[in-house]
């Protein structure tokens, strides 16, 4: 099947590539995002792989559509970035890689609470300017600290898993009752007494209308004061603009992020010759108790292997039978 894979770096070349071996597909590399303004590159192609950033609006569908695509081939887990509807409308399959390593991204969460908390990315620098003083860099032991799960699925119950062995209380809210994080001694209360209680609270749910912005300024006033907020699912469940006032307030006391709600704009792309046009981005940069990855909480070897693998397993069903096993509803 000849596919048009948008949004492509060095690294998803060389893994597309190297799962397309045995499967024969026409994969064309673009580098540009996927957008209403780059739908001309998708023209006779009658499967697309996307990436989360990638802009899947009716816009864009109906191009593509116009022009053959019945295929959408999604990189990853979450398709808050497609009109569903739209492509339901449109004809248009929408398939995606329900599962790729969940224990990825539930390390990258636990590496951004021990590194906000123990200050490591501070202390490393001042180690590299001779600077041996400890002052500002005290931390708290994570035994025995509570930390609030949002979201059980299998992100949440590995990084819930991740903190039982550093001894943490866990706190869970989920409509679905995760049975393995039971079995852990997880105890499932309601969204505001997890706030209340949890000295971390880690978000590991989708984005749909329900959750987004599920952190606001009515629910940071719910938070236990001076506790730490993660985020590796997707950035529009934080309401930036209430979270840096719940920051300057210290009514939150630390934040991490691996994900933004305006990242389409910024992550991927080097643009360090470059003046950022984001002003509410440029504020998070400038506290102390704020630590910023761009996206990178899934970027492993293993994932990288198991997205392609999937991917390529996606299209090549779709191609055979018209049908998939990973297609998305609306």
Known sequence: MKVAVFSSKKYDRHFLSEANANSEHELVFFEPKLSSETTALASGFPAVC???????????????????TK??????????N??????????????????????????????????????YHRAYNRVRESNFSLNGLLGFDLHG???????????????????KGFGCNLLAYDIYQNPKCL?????????SELLAKS????????????SYHMINAQTLEQFKSG???????????????????????????????????????????????EVIQDDVFQRLLTFPNVVITAHQAFFTK???????????????EFEKTGKCGNTVSS
């Open 50 to 68: 996307a990436f989360i950033n990638d802009k899947l609006d009716s816009k864009t569908l109906s191009a593509i559509a116009e022009q053959g």
């Open 82 to 119: 497609v009109d569903m509807k739209a492509a339901t409308n449109l004809g248009i399959t929408i398939v995606r890689v329900p599962a790729y390593s969940p224990y990825a991204v539930a390390e990258h969460a636990a590496g951004l609470i021990l590194t906000l908390n123990r200050q």
């Open 199 to 210: 000295d971390i609270v880690s978000l590991h749910c989708p984005l749909n209308p329900e």
């Open 302 to 316: 293993n994932a990288l292997k198991n997205i392609a693998q999937t991917t390529l397993s996606n299209i090549t």
């Open 227 to 273: 506790a730490m907020l993660i985020n590796t699912s997707r950035g529009g469940l934080i309401d930036t603009k209430a979270v840096i006032d719940a920051l300057k307030s210290k009514k939150l006391g630390y934040l991490a992020l691996d994900v933004y709600e305006q990242e389409g704009d910024l992550f991927f792309e080097d643009l360090s010759l």
């Open 183 to 191: 079995e852990m001694g997880v105890e499932y209360v309601e969204l």
């Open 71 to 80: 295929l959408i081939a999604l990189r990853s887990a979450g398709f808050n």
């Open 145 to 163: 600290s509570t930390v609030g799960v949002v979201g059980t699925g299998k992100i949440g119950m590995c990084f819930a898993q991740i903190m």
